[in-house]
C-alpha cells in the first residue's frame, strides 16, 4: 500500500479553509455550525471521489463505507470555539487517504468516519457517545450547549441528511490518527506516539445563587456574591485535593458565566464548567465527592445555595493488544526507533468506540504541546510520518 503524502496534506489543507479563523492556521468549527456542516457537505464528496458510500447518521456523525467488512479509521472534523486545523481533521483525512491508497492496492477494505461534537459542544464526545449506546438519542437531544441552544435544535440543521445508525457489526476495529495535544512527543524529539490508555473524565456545570445587589452600596460583609463563592470553592478543591490526586490528574473551571454580568452590580448568580481526569476511576469518584462537599460547604458559610447540572463521564479505557502491536511494529519499521508508548490525556472518540470493536490510536507531535488553541501545530514531515505508520498498521491487520 503506497500512501500519497501531496494528496494527503492538500486535503487537510483544503478542510482548513472551511471556519478558517484568520489567526494562524485556526479554525472556529463548532457541531452544527455553518463552517461544520459544510466541512461536512465537502468531505463526504471526498468519500464518494474514493469511491466509498456516504452515510450520515442521526447524529450528524459522517461515515465513508466500504462494502462489506471493513476496518474503521477517522476521528472527529468539529473543533473548539478556538480550536485548531489538525485536532480531529488529521485523523480524517489521514483515514481517507488510507482508504484511498488501500483501494488502489486492491485492499484491504477500509471505512471512514467523522464523528459529530466529539468536541463537547453539548456533552463529551456526544456523536460517538449516542453511537456506543452508552446515551440514548432522547436523553442526549436535552443537552445545552454554552448559551442554552438544546442539541435537538442544532441536529436540526442536519436533519434532511440524516440516516439511520450505522451498525458497528461490520467493523472489525477502529484506529484514529490524531495530535498529541501535549508537550512530550515534542520534548523528546520522537516523531510517533502508540497510545496505551485514555484517561476517564467527569465533567458538569455547577451554580451557586446568591444575591444580586449594587456595587457601590453593599457592605462586603452583607453580601452574597456568587463570584466570590466560586473563588472560595476554586481553592477549597485545590487544597483537599492534595491527598486525593498525582501529578497526572488534571481539573479545569474553563467555562464561567456570572449574572447579570455587569461592572456595578454584585453578581447574583455564577454557572461555572467543572470538568476532572484520571486514568483511574477511582480517584475520579474521591474527586467527585471533594468537589461536592466543597461546593455545599462554601454555600453553607456564605449562605448561598448550590446546585448540580447532570455529570456526563467517559471511563477510562486500555487499547486493544493487538492493534496497537501493529502500530508499535509499523512505528518500529518506520521511525528509526523515535516512537514511544505513552497515555492519552485528551478524550477520544475511541473510548466510545470500544464498546463495539477493538480499538488503537497513534500520535505526532504537537509543537510546544499547544492544542485547543489557534497556534496548534505540527511539522508536515512528521503528519506524513504519522500517516505511513498508520498505513503500514493496517497492512499488518490486513
Ligand atoms: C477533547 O478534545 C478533549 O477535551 O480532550
Ligand atoms: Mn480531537
Ligand atoms: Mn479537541
Redesign the pocket.
Known amino acids: 500500500m503506497k500512501v500519497n503524502p501531496a494528496r494527503f496534506l492538500s486535503d487537510l489543507h483544503a478542510l482548513r479553509q472551511f471556519g478558517a479563523s484568520g489567526v494562524g492556521k485556526g479554525i472556529v468549527r463548532p457541531a452544527y455550525s455553518e463552517a461544520d456542516v459544510a466541512a461536512r457537505a465537502w468531505l463526504a464528496g471526498r468519500f464518494k471521489e474514493a469511491g466509498l458510500n456516504v452515510h450520515y447518521d442521526p447524529m450528524g456523525s459522517l461515515f465513508g463505507l466500504a462494502d462489506g467488512p471493513s476496518i474503521l479509521l477517522g476521528s472527529h472534523s468539529d473543533s473548539?470555539p478556538e480550536g485548531g486545523w489538525l485536532?480531529?481533521a488529521l485523523g480524517v483525512i489521514a483515514a481517507l487517504e488510507v482508504a484511498r491508497a488501500a483501494k488502489e492496492a486492491g485492499g484491504p477494505a477500509v471505512s471512514v468516519v467523522s464523528f459529530q461534537d466529539?468536541?463537547g459542544r453539548f456533552g463529551v464526545t456526544t456523536g460517538s457517545t449516542v453511537w456506543s449506546g452508552a446515551l440514548s438519542l432522547e436523553e442526549a437531544d436535552k443537552l445545552t450547549d454554552r448559551t442554552g441552544v438544546t442539541l435537538a435544535q442544532a441536529r436540526e440543521s442536519m436533519a434532511l441528511m440524516a440516516g439511520d445508525f450505522v451498525d458497528p457489526a461490520q467493523f472489525s476495529g477502529f484506529i484514529e490518527m490524531h495530535i498529541e495535544q501535549g508537550p512530550w512527543l515534542d520534548q523528546a524529539g520522537d516523531v510517533v506516539g502508540v497510545v496505551t490508555d485514555i484517561v476517564g473524565i467527569r465533567d458538569m456545570r455547577i451554580t451557586f445563587e446568591g444575591e444580586q445587589n449594587h456595587a457601590g452600596t453593599t457592605p462586603m460583609h452583607l453580601r452574597k456574591d456568587a463570584f466570590q463563592a466560586l473563588g472560595a470553592f476554586n481553592a477549597l478543591i485545590a487544597e483537599r485535593f492534595q491527598n486525593v490526586v498525582t501529578p497526572q490528574t488534571v481539573w479545569t473551571i474553563g467555562h464561567v458565566k456570572l449574572h447579570p454580568d455587569a461592572h456595578s452590580i454584585v453578581p447574583g448568580r455564577a454557572t461555572f464548567s467543572m470538568q476532572w481526569r484520571d486514568g483511574d476511576a477511582n480517584r475520579l469518584a474521591r474527586m467527585e465527592d471533594v468537589i461536592r462537599r466543597a461546593a455545599h460547604d462554601v454555600a453553607e458559610a456564605r449562605e448561598l445555595e448550590v446546585t448540580f447540572g447532570p455529570m456526563l463521564g467517559l471511563e477510562p479505557v486500555a487499547m486493544d493488544a493487538k492493534s496497537r502491536g501493529a502500530l508499535e511494529a509499523s512505528a518500529q519499521a518506520l521511525t528509526e526507533g523515535r516512537w514511544r508508548l505513552m497515555p492519552s490525556g485528551?478524550l477520544h472518540d475511541a473510548t466510545n468506540v470500544a464498546q463495539h470493536m477493538p480499538v488503537a490510536m497513534l500520535f505526532v507531535p504537537s509543537i510546544n504541546g499547544i492544542?485547543?488553541a489557534f497556534e496548534e501545530d505540527t511539522l508536515e514531515v512528521d503528519l506524513v510520518k504519522g500517516l505511513e505508520v498508520l498505513a503500514g498498521a493496517i497492512e499488518r491487520l490486513g
Open positions: 473548539q485536532d480531529g466529539e468536541e485528551a492544542s485547543h
